[in-house]
């Protein structure tokens, strides 16, 4: 699938991510060095989190989006690493205890999405990555995109409606096009109790 292209002084090498059901493309430059992969960093500057983390990810009734969309800056940087490793390997385990530990369960008193969901969706994007892209080209990517960190995540888009609010947040790894960034959707719903839940975490 993948093409080399020349110009006057550089190769390009071509890696594709899906986005919205199609495939983009963007292009890295050969020779650029790769870093090894460090570990995200988790802390905030908030001293006192609005977000429990301890189990499900919730947020309280009155909360800020001003506040939780900083707060949940370390959350976006832990499932976009997790998302660089299953593309080198195809192995969703880590995304799979992520969801299962933070996201909230279906049951019978409830009318959330529950942890198959998220679990599918994740599983058909990575397969079908490693599926259009050769080995090299998702070594070199999966590298680039393990070396996210905290600080290098931006807040994309939030929005806060009667009973939701959603968080996405962008990554873009160094040497790559925009088409190769990595975007994380993370979709929040409100219980009976007034509590807001992590429903549903997308990557695009």
């Given at each position: 699938m993948f093409k080399q292209r020349k110009n006057l002084f550089k190769k390009s090498m071509l890696i594709s991510t899906i986005v919205a059901g199609s495939l983009l493309f963007g292009t890295t430059w050969a020779g650029a060095k790769t870093l090894n992969a460090t570990?995200?960093?988790?802390?905030?500057?908030?001293?006192?989190?609005?977000?429990?983390?301890?189990?499900?990810?919730?947020?309280?009734?009155?909360?800020?989006?001003?506040t939780v969309k900083n707060e949940l800056k370390p959350e976006a940087a832990k499932l976009i690493k997790i998302y660089g490793g299953s593309l080198k390997d195809g192995k969703t385990t880590a995304f799979n205890s992520y969801v299962d530990k933070h996201v909230a369960a279906h049951t019978n008193t409830n009318y959330l999405l529950g942890h198959q969901y998220s679990k599918d969706n994740y599983k058909q994007?990575?397969?079908a990555n490693r599926k259009a892209n050769s080995k090299s080209s998702l070594s070199s990517y999966s590298k680039a995109v393990m070396q996210v960190?905290?600080?290098?995540?931006?807040?994309?888009?939030?929005?806060?409606?009667?009973?939701?609010?959603?968080?996405?947040?962008?990554?873009?790894?160094?040497?790559?096009?925009?088409?190769?960034?990595?975007?994380?959707?993370?979709?929040?719903?409100?219980?009976?109790?007034?509590?807001?839940?992590?429903?549903?975490?997308?990557?695009?």
């Open positions: 570990a995200v960093s988790t802390s905030t500057k908030t001293v006192a989190t609005t977000i429990s983390k301890k189990g499900v990810l919730t947020l309280p009734k009155n909360f800020k989006m001003s994007r990575v397969k960190t905290t600080s290098k995540v931006t807040i994309n888009d939030t929005y806060k409606g009667d009973g939701w609010a959603n968080f996405s947040y962008n990554f873009r790894p160094k040497n790559y096009s925009p088409m190769n960034t990595v975007t994380v959707y993370l979709k929040f719903n409100q219980l009976k109790n007034g509590k807001y839940v992590l429903e549903d975490i997308h990557y695009y």
